[in-house]
Structure formats: structure tokens, C-alpha cells
T-cell receptor, first 112, second 112 residues
Framework: GESVGLHLPTLSVQEGDNSIINCAYSNSASDYFIWYKQESGKGPQFIIDIRSNMDKRQGQRVTVLLNKTVKHLSLQIAATQPGDSAVYFCAESKAAGNKLTFGGGTRVLVKP | DADVTQTPRNRITKTGKRIMLECSQTKGHDRMYWYRQDPGLGLRLIYYSFDVKDINKGEISDGYSVSRQAQAKFSLSLESAIPNQTALYFC???????????FGPGTRLLVL
């Protein structure tokens, strides 16, 4: 069935290093992808999104890469900081439906 | 996001009780959503509403009902709470032409 999932449940990163969080999706009709960050005790917070007509999009310290051939999405965080410690979710949707399907989440732990 | 508020933030109830979780938003968005989050899992959609006259079931609507009292208010009810409804509940909003969803801080519900 349609699903969005993550390869790594927990990622430990040294402060200052780059982080890469991966996500696989199975619905080839999906055309919108989004990354959320959820800190403890808070709701998910939008980080960055990308549409299927793009393969890369950059924000402030974050880059999202989309490989439609293998249905793979990744989030890169440059110079990871302690404040980046959180659970990260990818989600996907089809434009007409506007319903997001979320993956299970990856916890990022930043070591000082 | 302070533009989306949820009440209560925490709630303990007993099996069989009826409870209501409320969501209010000042973002002026037409679309509102209720999600459930369980430990180690992503968010699952319970119900969503594209405007005041529109209510749609999500993937896990059984045991829940909703009411869209106004554009800014969307409440979730558990008619007869059961222990497996213990979870973290999130409300979200989006504009009708943009798929980014903005989440409230969540309500932690414990059903004994």
C-alpha cells in the first residue's frame, strides 16, 4: 500500500557535523513532500518542502533532495547544532488531495 | 505555533467518559485537521475539514467525531473513551491553496 517511511530511527551526530535524514516513499503519484521537526512537548514545525518538479531545494542550513527514480527523499542539515536535536518527520501528498501521509520519524541526537 | 492553540494541553479521563478536545486558530486558514500520534509512530489523520460546511473522515475516524463550529474552531470528541485512545492529539491548519500544515502544541490524553 501507499506508505512513507524512514530508514534510520535514531541518528547521533557530533555538533558541527552535517546530518542526513533519509525517507522512502512508495506512492509514485505523490507530488509534494515536506519535512517537519518536532521538539519534545511541541507540535511538528515546518522545515522545508519540495514539489516533484524539483530535485533539490535549499533553506537556511537545510537542503532537501528528491530522487523520484528510487522514490527517496532526504533532509540535510549543515553544521548541526544542539537545537537541532528533535524528531524529524517526512510527509507526502498528492496535490489534489491535500492530505499528508507521515513517516514514522527519525530522532536526531546532537552530541556536544 | 501560537497561532494554533489547543485546549486542554493535558487530560486524564476514565473509560466510557465523553471528552472534547478543542482547537482554535488565528491564521485565517480554511482547512483544519485532527491527528493522533502514538509513541514511535508518525501522525495519523483522524478527521479533516476544508471549510465550515465540510467534514471528512481520515484513516482512523472510528470512535471519534468532530465539529467545525466556525472557520477558526475545530473540536474533536471521543464519545466513549477507551484506553487505546491514549495518545497525543494534534490539530493543524492550512490555507486552501497551499499544502503546508501548521500544527498546534498538542493535547496529551490518558484514558484509564
Amino acid at each position: 500500500g501507499e506508505s512513507v517511511g524512514l530508514h534510520l530511527p535514531t541518528l547521533s551526530v557530533q555538533e558541527g557535523d552535517n546530518s542526513i535524514i533519509n525517507c522512502a516513499y512508495s506512492n509514485s503519484a505523490s507530488d509534494y513532500f515536506i519535512w517537519y521537526k518536532q521538539e519534545s512537548g511541541k507540535g511538528p514545525q515546518f522545515i522545508i518542502d519540495i514539489r516533484s518538479n524539483m530535485d533539490k531545494r535549499q533553506g537556511q542550513r537545510v537542503t532537501v533532495l528528491l530522487n523520484k527514480t528510487v522514490k527517496h527523499l532526504s533532509l540535510q542539515i549543515a553544521a548541526t547544532q544542539p537545537g537541532d536535536s528533535a524528531v524529524y518527520f517526512c510527509a507526502e501528498s498528492k496535490a489534489a488531495g491535500n492530505k499528508l501521509t507521515f513517516g514514522g520519524g527519525t530522532r536526531v541526537l546532537v552530541k556536544p | 505555533d501560537a497561532d494554533v492553540t489547543q485546549t486542554p494541553r493535558n487530560r486524564i479521563t476514565k473509560t466510557g467518559k465523553r471528552i472534547m478536545l478543542e482547537c482554535s486558530q488565528t491564521k485565517g486558514h480554511d482547512r483544519m485537521y485532527w491527528y493522533r500520534q502514538d509513541p514511535g509512530l508518525g501522525l495519523r489523520l483522524i478527521y479533516y475539514s476544508f471549510d465550515v460546511k465540510d467534514i471528512n473522515k481520515g484513516e482512523i475516524s472510528d470512535g471519534y467525531s468532530v465539529s467545525r463550529q466556525a472557520q477558526a474552531k475545530f473540536s474533536l470528541s471521543l464519545e466513549s473513551a477507551i484506553p487505546n485512545q491514549t495518545a497525543l492529539y494534534f490539530c493543524a491548519t492550512s490555507v486552501d491553496w497551499d499544502e503546508t500544515q501548521y500544527f498546534g502544541p498538542g493535547t496529551r490524553l490518558l484514558v484509564l
